[in-house]
């Protein structure tokens, strides 16, 4: 099966930093996603993991530890735009059609 | 480039009809299309795989005759939600995989069963 956990929410003020932590416990693995949704709108890409270590992209960076089953992403200098849900997904190479499970999400809220 | 569009944006539909949703990958050729399901304030439910020329892959607890799913070519699929009822009443969103990597979303469908 598959679990993923995050958690429901974080808030945070503007131009600090914010990390959002994943766990996961799956029966196959090929890379951890991580996805930014805002309210009514499809989910837009952020960050893709497979192999051990820190991805930096601008403000956004993601961390993988596969031996731990754990990932972060770390939001740097908060903006009241990067308010949204943010999920954490992972790749299932069986059957060939690499499957995304996601967790249950993590709502950020920046205050000014 | 990677670019997916869903039509309609948005459907408001009697209890008990049938609603199509299309899902077009724009500028690549999408072998796999998935169908996921949002109701608000939770995640993505994976409802069912679609790969084109082959029956659609349905993940556990989804009706298959309740949610046909045709994807006729490689660049288009669509979810039919037959007799619907306002349990139905989600956010529908399809992705499309090119090659072996990363999906992209389209904008999603937002069905409202009255």
Request: charged share 20%; proline share 3%; with cysteine.
């Amino acid at each position: 099966g598959q679990n993923i956990d995050q958690p429901t929410e974080m808030t945070a003020t503007e131009g600090a930093i914010v990390q959002i932590n994943c766990t996961y416990q799956t029966s196959g693995f090929n890379g951890l996603f991580w996805y930014q949704q805002h309210a009514g709108e499809a989910p837009t890409f952020l960050s893709y993991n497979v192999l051990d270590g820190l991805e930096e992209k601008g403000r956004f960076s993601s961390f993988l530890s596969r031996s731990k089953g754990y990932s972060y992403l770390l939001l740097k200098e908060l903006q009241m735009k990067d308010s949204a849900s943010y999920l954490c997904a992972v790749r299932d190479p069986r059957n060939n059609d690499y499957k995304l499970s996601f967790g249950a999400g993590t709502t950020v809220t920046v205050r000014a | 480039g990677a670019v997916v569009s869903q039509h309609p944006s948005w459907v408001i539909c009697k209890s008990g009809t049938s609603v199509k949703i299309e899902c077009r990958s724009l500028d690549f050729q999408a072998t796999t299309m998935f169908w996921y399901r949002q109701f608000p304030k939770q995640s993505l439910m994976l409802m069912a795989t679609s790969n084109e020329g082959s029956k659609a892959t349905y993940e556990q607890g989804v009706e298959k005759d309740k949610f046909l799913i045709n994807h006729a070519s490689l660049t288009l699929s669509t979810l039919t939600v037959t007799s619907a009822h306002p349990e139905d009443s989600s956010f529908y969103i399809c992705s499309a995989r090119q090659g072996r990597y990363e999906q992209y979303f389209g904008p999603g469908t937002r069905l409202t069963v009255t």
